[in-house]
């Protein structure tokens, strides 16, 4: 079983920057894909971006060039860089992790709230 913990959300103006912090539990954190997913009011979940164990990295068209994911292995925790933050990035932000070779993400964080204001 692997907990997430996600820290950092907050309220920012437009274009302003936050820094989401997503730490796990467990031995095996280096092994596990990691995503950020957000949902907004009345709106469905979506991926905003992915990070495999590897290293590879899967965007969201509305977020590319201005969010930046990544992990460090050795804190056993994945970071989300957001930059140029607009309005419509308002929207309770999601850690998740799989093991590799899934489809579903399989672990989810309790989420944080990122409010950024016009």
């Known amino acids: 079983q692997v907990q997430l913990v996600e ?3 907050g309220v920012v103006q ?3 920057s936050l820094r989401l912090s997503c730490a796990t539990s467990g031995r095996t954190f280096s092994s596990y894909d990691m995503g950020w997913f957000r949902q907004a009011p009345g709106k469905q979940r979506e991926l ?3 990070i495999t164990s590897g290293g590879s990295t899967n965007y969201a068209d509305s977020v590319k060039g201005r969010f930046t994911i990544s992990r460090d292995n050795a804190k056993n925790t994945v970071y989300l860089q957001m930059n ?6 308002t ?3 999601y850690c998740a992790a799989r093991r ?4 579903q993400y399989e672990y989810w964080g309790q989420g944080t709230q990122v409010i950024v204001s016009s």
């Open 7 to 9: 820290s950092g959300g």
């Open 91 to 93: 929207a309770v932000y």
């Open 84 to 89: 140029s933050l607009k309005p419509e990035d």
């Open 14 to 16: 437009a274009g302003g």
């Open 100 to 103: 590799a070779y899934r489809v």
């Open 48 to 50: 905003v971006v992915g």
